[in-house]
């Protein structure tokens, strides 16, 4: 199995979840994004090292867009 690219599916769906969370934005679809990362962790051989490294690393990524999106935001209403 490819490790690295598990692992960049799990940061990445779980980043989209925590952003979409951040924002308010409804959760309509959660059970899809569940069922991603149910099967993306199924395939990693050491689950709990996954999920850790997932979640900090989603943290971080989250962290980031946020800080851009508030700083496009902020910029756009100056501007209005």
């Known amino acids: 199995p490819d490790v690295d690219y598990e692992r960049e599916e799990l940061v990445a769906e779980l980043t989209a979840v925590l952003v979409a969370h951040r924002l308010g934005k409804g959760m309509n679809d959660i059970g899809t994004s569940a069922h991603y990362l149910q099967s993306w962790f199924g395939q990693c051989a050491d689950k709990e090292k996954a999920r850790a490294f997932a979640e900090r690393h989603a943290a971080i990524a989250a962290d980031y867009l946020m800080g851009i999106w ?5 910029t756009e209403r100056r501007a209005a």
């Open 70 to 74: 508030q700083q496009v935001n902020t």
